[in-house]
């Protein structure tokens, strides 16, 4: 192989390899979110004792609100984690701040651009976590997420 063809291979290596890190980058983070957009309980705080059905409002500043799947800048829509650790630390780990949230009795998606819910939940202790999602379900970077509360229900 001669010099030329040398360079331009390691050239053609070098684009594909930027190419492809840009492309799985672009795919496993979530749309960009605003700086200080903050997503909150409304109705809930930290240790308030409810009953069920309990109804759950969801805050959120500096961002709007979209269905799942609309591309649109600075939007995203709500999913409470259920009982589980907080966003990044439960089972994935920070995997979970670049994978799409999944859809089961531990996370509830709101894919449709609901800013509340009433939650059928039997008595005992629950914590929940609001995540914001952007239109692929994958949370935004840097994450926008309420604190984590604790609620009983009587």
């Not at 069920?52 to 984690?81: Q, R, W």
């Not at 907080?86 to 799409?100: C, F, I, K, R, V």
């Amino acid at each position: 192989m001669n010099k030329i063809t040398t360079i331009a291979l390691a050239a053609l290596i070098g684009l594909s390899a930027s190419t492809l890190a840009t492309t799985t980058s672009a795919l496993a983070e979530g749309a960009p979110s605003m700086a200080g957009a903050k997503q909150y309980f409304v109705n809930l705080k930290d240790g308030d004792t409810v009953s069920s059905p309990v109804t759950v409002i969801f805050g959120l500043s500096g961002m709007g609100v979209a269905p799942a799947g609309v591309d649109k800048e600075n939007t995203g829509h709500h999913h409470i984690l259920l009982n589980r650790p907080p966003l990044g630390q439960g089972e994935d780990g920070a995997d979970e701040l670049t994978s799409s949230i999944p859809a089961d009795e531990k996370h509830i998606h709101f894919g449709k651009g609901q800013t509340e819910k009433t939650l059928e939940l039997a008595p005992g202790k629950y914590t929940m976590q609001l995540v914001l999602g952007d239109k692929d379900h994958i949370p935004h970077n840097p994450p926008i997420t309420s604190k984590v509360i604790t609620i009983t229900v009587k």
